[in-house]
């Protein structure tokens, strides 16, 4: 890939590329050697005004295109990607520090596959009708919907070009123009996007894409009086400040917000298949994934050869260059974050917890010699109401927490502020629906992690987010709809 297409981060607006109306950049550094990439526009309130203004101009004739016309522009978008698949990943990766073949068979190929399903689903849209059958009266009640209006879509640097076109594909499926933010920490698939659409024909106007910070960047398109709804993923205390934003103008807002997702393993459990599971939701992405198990809850009778096992398999991991294809963990995304992972490592010790592996700064040979490494850890020993246990880490640190019956398991899996997924491990299947059931969290999964149908409901509850994604309910955030009454004599009169 030639570096130089990422190098200056631009705002897509109109159709166009541009640079932010005062000139202001940031600067982009690339997690895997601490070195600048290049400069990225810092969008402030004008220029969120100038997408918004485009919006508005493209809204009328996107809103009353056929949905097959939608569906071809959203298909020719995930063409094009899947046309640059390896640019992309190797873009993500450089962007994000994570490992290139991660991103190849997992955030570009599902980038694609989100504007795919849109696509699909603009077509397959209906509206619902009820007979209604009254003493004295007839009705046909039809459920009309419109699309809300332009949306705002403001997503995080974790899984960056998958989560952004998670959202802007329902909104744009849906009939609504899009003023969309990526994460100002990976900033760079997004543009590559804008370039794609430009590309392949998409009506100027429909997507408009702001670079830059949260509060400069991200607070105007929240608060903008002609944008009726926000989809966000980020952290649950930005979508505190967003939810609080958008609050007085009676906003609609999706927030899917951070987790503190529990695995949970039983005795009964395939063992093999419940290491290799865990390991896979505690570390892949470098434990960046909102959806990562980080607290593993083992039952005590099989507690320290799972744990053995788990420290064995975590200390076979790859560490190195992302865009090594043998590479199985990159680097973390930031300098900042990474301390922030070490301060938590810190205070896992102070509060009694054993690290059994990891938690150290790597520093490879050659070019990721200044890179944010850091190898994954494990820790046990730690009660579930501690901080290591309670607060939401997102990074390569998994905590080990014993319980002796199903009970006490739920209720350690239950007690934390979070609530965004789980992971149960067990091979009787009254067990696998009893504690399924009982398990606040938006997904559960069973004898599995992260298998993903885009058809299902997606979401968190307590402070994992407000609302669901996937599927018809996606698309209804971004439709409005009005039932229309319609009364009618059934008797002919004539
Ligand atoms: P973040 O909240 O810092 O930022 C997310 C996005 O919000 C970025 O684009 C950022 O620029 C923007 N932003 C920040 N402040 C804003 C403001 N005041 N107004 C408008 N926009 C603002 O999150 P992050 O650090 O990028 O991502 C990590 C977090 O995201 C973790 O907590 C993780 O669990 C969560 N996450 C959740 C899901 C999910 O589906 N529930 C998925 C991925 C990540």
Redesign the pocket.
Known sequence: MDRSTISEVLHYIDGERVPSLDGETLENIEPATGKSLGSIAAGKSSDVDRAVEAASRAAQSWAESPPEVRGYHLEKLAQGIENRIEDLAMAESIDNGKPVSVARSLDIPRAAANLRFFAGAARYQHEDAFRTRLPGDQLWNVSVTRPIGISGC??????PLY?FTWKIAPALAAGCTVVG?????TPVTADLLGRIASETGFPPGVLNIIQG???D???P??EHPQIPAIS????????A??AS?AAPSFKKTLL????KNPTLVFDDANFDSAVEGAFRAAFSNQG????CGSRILVHSSIADRFTERLVERTREMTIGDPLENNTMMGSLVSSSHLEKVEACLVAAKNDGGEILTGGKRIQPEGRCKDGFFLSPAVIRGLDSKSATNQD?I?GPVASIITFDDEEEAIQIANGVRYG?AASVWTENLDRAIRVSEKIEAGTVWVNCWMKRDLRTV???VKD??LGREGGTDSLRFFQEPTNVCIRFESNSKE
């Open positions: 403001i997503s995080p640097w974790n899984l989560l933010k990526p994460s100002e920490v910070s949260g509060p960047a991200g607070s398109i929240v966000f993923t980020g952290g649950t205390s930005t979508g400040v967003i934003q899917e917000l951070g987790g960046q994934i909102c959806l939401e997102f965004l997606f979401g968190g994992s987010g």
